[in-house]
């Protein structure tokens, strides 16, 4: 069956340093990846997606890399914050059918909570 | 553009009533879905629309839900003969296209229903 883990349930560092989210998934092909970020008793926000075909994708301290032979996406967040504290998603797309149409019904990890002390 | 809207925020009710939720998509967007989402979770997909039509249903979606998008515009969810398992967040997202490879989904705030 399909499966998506996230690597930790929480994970704790230091204001300063890079924090390393990982996303592993079996019995998938995916289009496409997508991270997203959700904060106590709000909706997921988006971050970043990176499509199959894709390697490495950067938005501001944001790093994600996607290795479909692994079966695995890395999520980086450099020069970490406290304010960067929250639950990180992350969110997967299969690809329907020859056309290559996805129609959205995304399968998320379980999260990993980060915290960043200062 | 005022983002996803989600009505109401919170809901407690007791086991056997019925509840409904609505969820305003940001305008013009065509898809809408509705996921659920347990402590400690991620959310899981239930249902989604394009335009008016209700193209999906997962297999977590029993006989006692039933959702409605008419005119392609707002959505409700409405929940029958409520059980204490289905105390979760609902969640609302939509995306301006169809069929286009990689949407982003953006989500409402969610509805947090506790049954007692």
């Known amino acids: 069956s399909q499966k998506i883990e996230q690597n930790s349930e929480a994970l704790n560092i230091q204001e300063g340093k890079t924090a390393t989210l990982t996303c592993n998934y079996t019995?998938?092909?995916?289009?496409?990846l997508q991270w997203y970020r959700q904060d106590p008793g709000r909706g997921p926000v988006f971050l970043l997606l990176i499509r199959e075909n894709e390697k490495e994708k950067r938005k501001e301290r944001l790093k994600v890399t996607f290795d479909t032979t692994l079966k695995q996406s890395l999520f980086h967040i450099t020069a970490s914050q406290p304010a960067d504290s929250a639950t990180y998603l992350c969110a997967l797309d299969p690809v329907e059918d020859a056309g290559g149409t996805s129609y959205g019904k995304l399968t998320f990890g379980q999260g990993t909570i980060l915290t960043v002390h200062p | 553009d005022t983002g996803v809207s989600q009505d109401p925020r919170h809901k407690i009710t007791k086991r056997g009533q019925n509840v409904t939720f609505r969820c305003d998509p940001i305008?013009?967007?065509?898809?809408l879905y509705w996921y659920r989402q347990t402590l400690g979770q991620g959310p899981e997909f239930l249902t989604y629309f394009q335009n008016e039509a209700q193209l999906e249903k997962s297999r977590l979606l029993s006989d006692r839900f039933s959702a409605e998008r008419p005119k392609g515009s707002f959505s409700t969810l409405e929940i029958q003969r409520t059980e204490q398992g289905d105390s979760a967040m609902y969640l609302c997202?939509?995306?301006?296209?169809?069929?286009?490879?990689?949407?982003?989904?953006?989500f409402g705030p969610g509805t947090r229903l506790l049954v007692l």
């Open positions: 305008s013009e967007h065509n898809r």
């Open positions: 997202a939509s995306t301006p296209r169809s069929s286009l490879l990689g949407e982003t989904q953006y």
């Open positions: 019995n998938y092909s995916p289009a496409y």
